[in-house]
């Protein structure tokens, strides 16, 4: 349940007489930065529910919006259509993609196999210093169960799922969570003020952050399942 990022600045552009620089696939690397730029802003938008479910996009006004331009804006609608947070509907435009809760249980369904993998991998893969970031983080996770913080388990939640990716070392994995991410905060994000056990989600995560900083792969694994079976009863208990 990684919490909204922010997004970044926006870079200066080139001067004319310098020679743009070509990023991989033969689009220029300054083109490449806006769109990158353009879809975390609006992932995150949409993720935070400022673009509802429903919404009808339109590539002038969200380059005006962003103040950039239509390029960048449309190669960032076809990654969120990819992610599945917008429809491209022909004749019809962009529209946000709706909150489903089937789709949303058959999205945990695989969530469950590559959470588990990446944790197991992760138990047996992480270096030392990065098991101590995982204790870290699992001490943080404990105190934000304590103090009930929703801040604070948003962030570090967002830190967990990033070096639960780093350090499982394996980037189909990485790969194929990153397609879920989006529609899983997303969902989150909607639900969890009236229906998240926050200390509960806190002590679970840290559960898991605590058995791969031990090495165990074992409770790394079922740990990883006892979050999942949580993560699974909040969506459900979101009817």
Known sequence: MPAPGKAGSSRPRAAASEPRKRA????????ATMTDQ?????????????LPPGAVLSEIVLAKRLSTGRTPIREALQRLARD????ILPRRGVLVSD??????????????ELE??????????ARPEERAEFAEIARGMRQAADKQDDIAFMRLDQQFNALISATARNEFATRSMGLMHGLSRRFWYQHYKEAADLPLAARLHAEVAEAVAAQDVEKAGAASDALMDYIESFARSTL
């Open 84 to 87: 599945g947070l917008v429809n």
């Open 38 to 50: 353009a879809y975390a802003t609006l992932e995150e938008m949409i993720v935070t529910l400022q």
């Open 116 to 125: 588990r993998l990446m944790a197991r991998g992760a138990a047996k893969r």
């Open 99 to 112: 909150l489903d809760l089937g789709a949303q249980l058959r999205l945990l369904e695989v969530r469950r």
């Open 24 to 31: 991989p696939g033969g689009a220029a690397a300054g083109e």
